[in-house]
């Protein structure tokens, strides 16, 4: 057995697929031949290193990546994916759920005051003669109201008219009055000057 | 096994999209392996292994069972376009000097325990990888495919379509040859390869 002939035959060694007769000649060669020994262990520790080299896992984007580019099967993901969840996300928040409920809850308490009356339902109310009827009950409803409201309002801006006009006529009635006291007042002066200037000359 | 494979050819024909992502899931890591550790670059193998599917997707009607497993007939159209790559690279490795090395952190991986340990698999793997780069085109296939991918003698040798003969001594002197490219660098072992 010589170097070259060792070499030749260490992976075999390594990986035991000699038969025991070369083996133990391989293994008398190791002992006499330092260089072979050394080259033993080197191959050795470079195949354990090898193996216990880290394996990449491909990432999901890499597979999706492959998968779009060749069937093209995530493109309907994709477009939900870049734009309806995009576009969704702001709303799918603690802050937007908690809004929605609290909303939710106002808004079944005004229906509940102010709404249709669900415990009378039944599905002769949604036949499209009683869908028109009703429709019809509704906006004359709304127009009374509406009527009543008009009245409403011009009954208010009666009442302010007629206060306001009071109001002035009050004012007025002070006004003269003060005016026709002063204008008494000023002649009472007058005449009280005059009869002082008449006793004067006696 | 290859009747398996038959069938999920014959699903992904017939345009069964599951069936396609099926496979793409069960041979992506292999291909996208084998691309990093003959290339040392993720971004790299990344691209390959994309190719390689594309490549795959388009002649799966030529792929017949009764001639071999999938894994070997995808592995060798990775194989080939991983060598083709190597060879229209060439040049530029040429004058760069050196091959651009890419060794990922291995912060997930259980072996690494700490930073210190982290750092000292990294050092170990670009170590190799870089040792690795040193080989001839067919040496360091046929290492990889054997000690990193750790597919048989007669897998390897339907895979690159060469008698199992010169596997084994493609492999041998692959080894051989790596352990002396080691032994002249620095390694992190000590003297573990000395």
Known sequence: ???????TLLSDYLEEALDSRVRAALDLHLQVCPDCSSLVDAVRSVRSQLAELPQIEPTEELIEAIVEKTSGRFRIRSLWADLVIPTLRPFLTQRFAFATLIMFVFLSLVANVIGP?????????????????????F???????????RNMQARMVGKIWRLKEDLYGRLDYHLINMLLRSYQHSIEEQEAGKEAKGDKKK | MQHSDAKLVERCLSGDARAWETLVRLYSRRILNLGYHYTGRLDVAEELTQEVFLKVYQNLRSYNASTGSLQNWIMRVARNLIIDHYRATRHDRQV???????VLDFEQDSQAANPFENLYLKEKAQYLLRGLSRLTPELKEAVLLRDIQGLSYQEIADILEIPEGTVKSRINRGRIELAKVLRKGSNPEGSAVL
């Open chain 1, 1 to 7: 057995m010589n170097c070259s002939r060792f070499e």
């Open chain 1, 117 to 137: 009356d669900f415990s009378a339902f039944s599905f002769s109310d949604i036949r499209p003669s009683a869908l028109v009827e009703q429709a019809d009950r």
């Open chain 1, 139 to 149: 906006s004359s409803q709304v127009q009374k109201k509406w009527v009543q409201i």
């Open chain 2, 96 to 102: 760069a000097g050196s091959e651009e090395l890419e």
